[in-house]
């Protein structure tokens, strides 16, 4: 029994699959491993402008034959539950808000309480075909502070969807 015990930490450790009663279990699947959710994203601020909310709108689509469970953090699911990366026209990340900061775990000095906490978790159940529409406002994660052309790049913290983007142009005040 203690010999499987630190067979299974083992493999689990590396991400290895084992088996166990003739079935493969995968205990840590990789990151390149899919299950089929799709991303889309859709700019909603028709002139983005320096200073004012940047909408974008989020359609998560199962494209998987199985039923996905997932599971969300409130508040502020839209953004607690994504990876965002926003480059300007230079190819250089556009500094983080201090919420955004609060989200991935980066604090900075001066970064203060003013960031909400956790509250509930909930579940969204995605079956095949079906979607999920969320929007965030880019302003609340980023400084967006110059006019130019950005890409915002977006992907599930679990790694379970292609990375989805898009490019827009930001004008002056």
Known sequence: MKKLCVLILFCSFLGAPIAMNGQIINIHPGPTENIGLNIDTKLLTAAPTIGKPILVEMTITNKNDKVYVWYIEHPDAECRNFDFVLVDDHNVEVKRTAFHRYLRGEWEPG?????????????????????????????????????????????????????AKVTFSVAAE
């Open 111 to 163: 970064d203060g309480p003013s960031v909400p906490v956790l509250g509930s978790t909930t579940s969204i159940t995605l079956a095949p075909g079906k979607q999920q529409v969320l929007q965030i406002n880019l302003v609340r994660l980023f400084q967006i502070d110059h006019p130019g052309l950005y890409t915002l790049s977006i992907s599930t913290q679990e790694r379970v969807s292609k990375t």
